[in-house]
Each structure stands twice: as C-alpha cells, then as structure tokens.
C-alpha cells in the first residue's frame, strides 16, 4: 500500500442513516418491555454497527489483496473478515436470547418485562 493512499469517506448521509439505524435500534431496547422487541432492537444496533465498520473499510481506488502487476493499492480485507465473524456471532446470540425468551415464556406465561418483575415481587 503506497503512502499517498486516499481513505474512502462516503457522503455524510450514510453516516446519518447509520447514526439513525443506531438510535433506533437503542430506543427499541430501552423504551419497549417486550423481550423479542429488546432482541430486534439489539439486532437493528447490531446492523448499524456492521454498516458503520463496512464503510469505514474501504479504500479509495484499492482492490483485492492480490498480487498483480501495475496495482500498487490494495483494500485491507481485515474490517470485512470481522465483520463475517460479527455476523455469524451475532446469529448465535440472537439464537440464544430467543431461546431464553421462550423459556422465560414457559416459566412465567408472559414475555411482558413488567409482567416478570410483578411475578416475581409476588413470589
């Protein structure tokens, strides 16, 4: 990679939209009491996050990581590799919190966050 190597900076509007799609994504946890809507809300910060590491990995002009003659400017592959990482992981944890949701659902009938705590208080 050649030290006069421009970074790729998209128009500020995708970053509006990933800014967007992250404060959505954190209302959705904070203000609904509905397990599986925390879980989607984790999932939509969990996505703007992905986007923001996507843009931010570009480089402006490079291409694959290949040896070739005449390409003196490559793209680093490492932000795409970690977020495929992110992505399967994510996937995982997502698997694992609905399946909690479910035996939540089983163990107390409701997967109302304020039903729980009443549950509980009661018991």
């Known amino acids: 990679m050649s030290l ?7 128009s500020l509007g995708l ?12 209302y959705i946890v904070i203000a609904h009491g ?4 925390k879980i ?3 999932n939509v ?7 923001l590491f996507i843009t931010m ?22 932000p795409h590799v ?3 990482t992110a992505i399967v992981v994510g996937v995982a944890t997502t698997a694992l919190g609905l399946a909690l949701v479910v035996r939540v659902r089983e163990a107390f009938g409701t997967v109302e ?7 509980e208080n009661d018991a």
């Open 15 to 26: 970053y509006w939209i990933i800014i967007v799609l992250m404060m959505i994504g954190f």
């Open 113 to 119: 966050e304020d039903d729980i705590c009443a549950l």
């Open 57 to 78: 990995g570009k480089v402006l002009g490079g291409t694959a990581p290949i040896l070739k003659e005449g390409v003196s400017t490559y793209s680093n592959p490492l």
């Open 4 to 10: 006069e190597t421009e970074f790729y900076f998209p």
């Open 45 to 51: 910060f969990q996505v703007s996050v992905f986007l």
């Open 82 to 84: 970690l977020i495929l």
């Open 40 to 42: 989607v809300g984790l």
């Open 34 to 37: 509905n397990l599986v809507k």
